[in-house]
Structure formats: C-alpha cells, structure tokens
C-alpha cells in the first residue's frame, strides 16, 4: 500500500470536548454512534466505570472553538512521537472563527448493571426505524446487557456536566433514562467487543476466553420482534445460536461484512481478530456457523509481505504467504460496499485486504486453498508497516460513502488522528483496488494525552468524527475535504 503526501489540503478540527481529560479520568474505551446519527454512546473503564450517552442537537455558528493541546491541518508520513515532520499543520490551540459548531448534549450516565470495566457498548442498528435507541454494553464482567431509552421530559435529572474541566460544577439535566431489558451471559470472563449485523438480528460478543458467542435477537421493530419499542412484554428476546472456537489467544475485535454470495449461504459473514496475530472469517452454512478462512498466519518458509511500491503487481507476494501482523490485531474496519476491510496490529502495522470471489480465487490464486469450492477469498493487497510512527494501531474506521471513496480514519498509541484518502486519479499512477495507494489526508497530532482507543465516522455524512482515549476525553472533530 502506497502512501504519499496529499497535493491539495484538508482539515481535521476539533469541534467539541464532551468529556474532558482530568487527572482522575477512567479511560473512554469505545465509541458508538446509532444508524440515524442522533444518538452516541462511549463507555469508560476504572475508577469510574459507566456509559455516557449524547444526543445530536444540530449546528450552531460560534464565534470560537478552543481546542487541546496539539496540532491538526495536512500531513505527511507524520505522529508526534515518531522523528518524522508534518506539514502544513495548524496548531489547535489556536481559535477558529465563525466555525459551524456540531451541539451534543449528555442525555444519560448509565452506573449500574456491570461491576467491573465496561469496554465494548454498540446501539443496534434499529434506532431511526423505531425512534428508540437500543443498546448493548460489554464487560470485564463476563455480561452483555441490552438497554432501551425510556424519555421521560416531565422527571428530569441532573448530572454532571462534560462541556469541558471548567464547567465541572454545573450540573446538567438529563431527560429520561436506559433501562436493561435482557442480560447474556455465557462467557467465562473479560468481554473485549461487540457487533451487531446490519439488520439487528444477530450480535456477536467475544473476549479473554478465545470464543465468540452469537445470539439471534429478536427486538422491537425487527423480523420475530414486536412492532414497536418502548417497553412492555414484549422487549426483545435472544438466544444463542453458535460459540465459534478456533482463536489461540483472546478474542480483541469482531465485525459482521456481507458476504456477496461468497461464503456460506447467510447474507453476512463475521471476522474475528486475534491476540494470536491471525483474523478468521466465519461463515453460515444450514444455520451453523464454520471457519471458512483464517487470514494473516504465519508461515516460515515464506517471506513477510512488503508495502506495496507504486506500480507493482507483484500480488503474489501477499498471496496468503507470510504473517501480515506479526503481533496482537487489535482492530478491523469494514468500507461501506463490504469488498474490503482493514485491519489495525500492535507490530504498528495497518494492512487493506479485498475480497475476490470464488470464480477470480480459482484463476488468480489457485494454490490458494478453500473449505468450499464456492468460497470467495479475503487477500491482504498492501501494508503500511509504520502507519502510527511504530505505534500500535488501536482503531480503524472507514468513513460512509458521502464522505468520499476510499477515506479511512485510524487512531495509534501516538496519540493521533490520522485520515487518509484513496488516491484514484491524477498525473500519476492512481489507487486500483489490487494495488491501492492512500495519503495522509488530514491529521491530528497530540489528538489526546495518551492513547487513542477508536474513532468513529459521524454515519450520516461523514463530515465528523468521534475519538476517545486512555485521557478519559471525548472529542467530536469537525472534517473538511480538500478544496
């Protein structure tokens, strides 16, 4: 995978502080944005373990926006603890002017119903069909809850205020509250992530005890629920359909992709990545689920696989042979068309992969080896081995269509934000999808005080971004495309 310098400039502001960094800060583990946009949950962990839910209130045009520490605007290869420069970068200690401002406000702090870390929460994918957010959360303590919003605007609360550390003796009103409407249990201890499938009928949990659990759900508004939420008999009901084995070591990160027709008979197969350095691919086949692949294995006799230069075809290299991470995979990103996804690795590592199908496996891999003559084939076709300085890549995400082919936000043990952009055209060779190339679109550098844990795409357009880190701060960016 090809990185270059962008030839045209775009921006990475902060817009917001929702929770600001404190000294006694938990950190925020990981973020979630329901479908609709207007909902966003994150969770944090020790000492003060809950989650914090947003509701999006629109846009407001500010005079002001003063950001944390650091520096944002255009990039080259650059983090702010490797020995590499940045270019074009603007320091966000700076004001911005007459910015148009994104207006969260803290609708819910959930305390109760785990007792330990919470690291995983995820709304379902069923938000705007009902207008009532679901919920799941993950823990350390071996439960997964689901949660329904019940408005209340007549019994409001009040809790803390997160517009920032000077306003930490405010107090700030809160309409309605989530109640847990079903808990799963079936993990023998630490939970690390959670994912629905596009159509809320299946959530899929995984953790330190190397399986992942899939449950079949039937929620309000969904094929099996009821039609309508807001509580009642008839809040949702799950029951597990599989525990997939298969992973050598804990289970870090799971994400449901389509599966085109390529694998298996389900309209969706799950990938898993692994503290063992591997990512499975599982598939359904007559309602049970199989291991169809396991990707990035390391094989000895082979060489490791190289960044792609520009202009080289050379995929055999990448056919497969040679550990694509040789270290934990700590995240995966799926692009909105389902042929590709990216995987994020503790070796600093960040590597995009496309999905060929069974006919092009057969012609152009053909010592590839297949559990089904039908099965498609997920080949790793570029690496950049150095995406966060070193750093470990901690979260990966790819931005929705409108907000341009090809963009992808990642956050790294550097601290920083990087977005790249899928170079498709040009003076010189562009991105194809067997040779992609990218560039550092936008950056921020010191995004947080230690450790950004995920990033996430505002859905609806992709003209925002939500961070959190090991700072414990939560921060909505504000991004531009090139002009």
């Not at 994400?255 to 591997?278: K, M, P, R, T, V």
């Not at 499975?280 to 000895?300: I, M």
């Not at 999808?433 to 450790?451: L, R, T, V, Y």
């Amino acid at each position: 995978m090809t990185i270059s310098s962008p030839s045209t400039k775009a921006t990475l502001q902060l817009d917001q502080t929702l929770s600001p960094p404190l000294l006694t800060s938990s950190p925020a583990w990981q973020a979630s944005f329901s479908i609709d946009g207007k909902y966003l949950a994150v969770c944090f962990g020790n000492p003060d373990t809950c989650i914090k839910v947003w509701e999006y209130l629109g846009k407001n045009s500010v005079d002001t926006v003063t950001a944390h520490n650091g520096v944002v605007g255009v990039g080259s290869d650059a983090t702010s603890k490797g020995s590499k420069t940045v270019d074009c970068c603007t320091d966000i200690n700076n004001t911005k002017s007459n910015t148009n401002h994104v207006e969260w406000k803290l609708i819910a702090t959930i305390r109760e119903g785990h007792s330990r870390t919470i690291r995983s929460v995820a709304f379902a994918p069923t938000s705007s069909t009902l207008g009532v957010p679901i919920l799941a959360s993950a823990s350390f303590d071996g439960k997964v809850l689901i949660w329904e919003h019940f408005a209340d605007e007549e019994n409001v609360e009040y809790n803390e205020y997160d517009g920032g550390s000077s306003n930490t003796d405010r107090l700030q009103p809160q309409h309605g509250t989530f109640e847990p409407i079903a808990q799963l249990e079936g993990h023998e201890n630490e939970i690390k992530h959670l994912a629905w499938n596009q159509t809320g009928s299946l959530l899929a949990s995984c953790g330190r005890d190397k399986t992942i659990w899939i449950w079949e759900c039937f929620l309000p508004g969904t094929v099996g629920g009821s039609a309508s939420g807001g509580g009642g008999d008839d809040e949702g009901e799950f029951e597990c359909l599989a525990v997939l084995q298969g992973h050598e070591g804990d289970v870090k990160s799971i994400a449901f992709a389509l599966s085109h027709g390529q694998w298996g008979e389900g309209d969706e197969i799950l990938l898993s990545a692994s503290y063992d350095n591997s990512i499975k691919v599982w598939a359904e086949e007559s309602g049970d689920w199989y291991c169809a692949a396991t990707l990035g294995v390391n094989d000895a006799a082979a060489p490791p696989p190289r960044p792609l230069a520009l202009g080289d075809s050379s995929l055999v290299q990448l056919e497969g042979r040679g550990a694509v991470h040789t270290s934990t995979v700590w995240c995966l990103g799926i692009n909105p068309g389902g042929v590709r996804f990216l995987s994020g690795s503790e070796d600093g590592s960040m590597a995009i992969w496309k999905m060929y199908t069974a006919t092009e496996r057969k012609r152009l891999f053909p010592r590839e080896h297949a559990v089904s003559s039908t099965d498609g084939l997920w080949n790793c076709v570029g690496r950049l081995p150095d995406a966060h300085a070193g750093y470990a890549v901690l979260s990966v995400d790819c931005a929705p269509s409108r907000a341009g082919h090809g963009r992808i936000a990642s956050g790294g043990g550097d601290n920083c934000i990087q977005i790249y952009r899928e170079e498709t055209g040009g003076s010189g060779a562009g991105s194809s999808s067997d040779a992609p190339k990218f560039a550092i679109e936008a950056m921020a550098i010191n995004a947080h005080d230690g450790d950004v844990n995920c990033v996430k795409w505002y859905p609806r357009d992709g003209t925002s971004l939500v961070s959190c880190g090991d700072d414990g701060a939560v921060r909505i960016w504000k991004y531009s495309q090139a002009g």
